[in-house]
T-cell receptor, first 116, second 114 residues
């Protein structure tokens, strides 16, 4: 079945530091890949997505590139802010036509804390 | 455009009881998915409803059941509650003009089972 593995956290950084959160996946075919963010006390918000190999998703300074050869979708940001403190989830959805299309499989989440 | 809403926000039940959680999908969306997020974990897919029919189910026992109504709102019912059912229950909707792969989440219902 599908699975997503995120780097074990939590991650603590100083403001303006570089962020990388690793994500690897197992799935058949060509899944779509996502990063969701969950701020304290809130639901999930889609941060970025990529639907095919070599696509780069980007939003709010965050980027992630769909690497089929390494089955990875690592999240990066060049300069984090205190307001980026949240829990980040990597997720996948199976390819169109498959039974897992439109159903998300999530990683365990990575807690990011950014200090001033 | 109204986003996904869920009710209630918080709920406390005792073991063995039954609970019903509600979700209103985003305008124009015909598909609703439910997820369980235990504390410190990623969300786990429970099931999905498309046009009032179940369209896929995760690894959850039959005491987790659902409904979708003609207006595409949905209910999640859990019978014979167990302590391990304590979690944040998230509803997500998609469909219509949105990419089927892009799901919009509600704020969740926090269920505590004592």
């Amino acid at each position: 079945g599908n699975s997503v593995t995120q780097m074990e956290g939590p991650v603590t950084l100083s403001e303006e530091a570089f962020l990388t959160i690793n994500c690897t996946y197992t799935a058949t075919g060509y899944p779509s890949l996502f990063w969701y963010v969950q701020y304290p006390g809130e639901g999930l918000q889609l941060l970025l997505k990529a639907t095919k190999a070599d696509d780069k998703g980007s939003n709010k300074g965050f980027e992630a590139t769909y690497r089929k050869e390494t089955t990875s979708f690592h999240l990066e940001k060049g300069s984090v802010q205190v307001s980026d403190s949240a829990v980040y989830f990597c997720a996948l959805s199976g390819n169109a036509g498959g039974t897992s299309y439109g159903k998300l499989t999530f990683g365990q989440g990575t807690i990011l804390t950014v200090h001033p | 455009e109204t986003g996904v809403t869920q009710s209630p926000t918080h709920l406390i039940k005792t073991r063995g009881q039954q609970v019903t959680l509600r979700c209103s999908s985003q305008s124009g969306h015909n598909t609703v998915s439910w997820y369980q997020q235990a504390l410190g974990q990623g969300p786990q897919f429970i099931f999905q409803y498309y046009r009032e029919e179940e369209n896929g189910r995760g690894n959850f026992p039959p005491r987790f059941s659902g409904l979708q109504f003609p207006n595409y709102s949905s209910e999640l019912n859990v019978n014979a509650l167990e302590l391990d059912d304590s979690a944040l229950y998230l509803c997500a909707s998609t469909g219509g003009a949105s990419s089927y792969n892009e799901q919009f989440f509600g704020p969740g219902t926090r269920l505590t089972v004592l």
